[in-house]
Structures are given as structure tokens and as C-alpha cells.
């Protein structure tokens, strides 16, 4: 399994941006798709964004469309999710995950194999 560890969360206000890093070790990286979750309080984990392993394939929540963006660099191993006009709903953890299969795209909850410790993001509006 990879290991993850997000970085990047913090406090902003509605409107900003903030971006996200995820590194990942453990094993080739390349191969297996990754994503975003996040978890507000009293809710349940929820999608935010995934790439494929190459990167030529993403998908996004509904709720983020046209305001995030998630790519990744292979060569140094890294993830990012660039989170752009945030309003005061996109707060909460957010949590790095990497597919349990490689050369899948796509990442549904039930195929995570890793999740980093999350990072916090908060928005005030």
C-alpha cells in the first residue's frame, strides 16, 4: 500500500484560494489513480476529485466544478488539488486517497486502498 501525507490546509476566507499537496511513497506511483475526499463535521466522507495514473484523467464533484483542480507529477511522486473561490461549505478534512488497483481510472470509494491523515481546511465567509 502507499503512504500518504497531505500538507497545504489552513484558514482562509470565501473567496481565496488555497492548494493542497499530497506525496506519496511506497510503491510506483504512476500506476495507480489518486484522489481527494473530505469530511465536514457530522457528515460523511465524500468525493472531491480524482486523476488518473498518468494524469490525462480527472473527474469532480458536482460541488467543485470549474473552482478545483487536481494534478499530479509523477517524477517527484506528488498530488495537488488547487481550490479556487472557496465558499464556506468546502471547509472541513480533507484526505488524500490512492486506488487499491493500478491502471483504473476513476476513484469510488470503495477502492481506496491508502488515505494520508488528512489536512484541515477552513473557510470563513
Known amino acids: 500500500q502507499a503512504q500518504l501525507v497531505e500538507s497545504g490546509g489552513g484558514l482562509v476566507q470565501a473567496g481565496e484560494s488555497l492548494t493542497l499537496s499530497c506525496e506519496a511513497s511506497?510503491?510506483?506511483?504512476?500506476?495507480?489513480?489518486m484522489g481527494w475526499f473530505r469530511q465536514a463535521p457530522g457528515k460523511e466522507r465524500e468525493f472531491v476529485a480524482s486523476i488518473s495514473g498518468s494524469g490525462g484523467t480527472t473527474s469532480y464533484a458536482d460541488s467543485v466544478k470549474g473552482r478545483y483542480t487536481i494534478s499530479r507529477d509523477n517524477g517527484k511522486q506528488m498530488m495537488y488539488l488547487q481550490m479556487n473561490s472557496l465558499k464556506s461549505e468546502d471547509g472541513g478534512i480533507y484526505y488524500c486517497a490512492a486506488d487499491s488497483s493500478p491502471f483504473k481510472t476513476g476513484l469510488p470509494l470503495q477502492r481506496v486502498g491508502s488515505w494520508g491523515q488528512g489536512t484541515q481546511v477552513t473557510v470563513s465567509s
Open positions: 511506497g510503491r510506483t506511483f504512476s500506476r495507480y489513480a
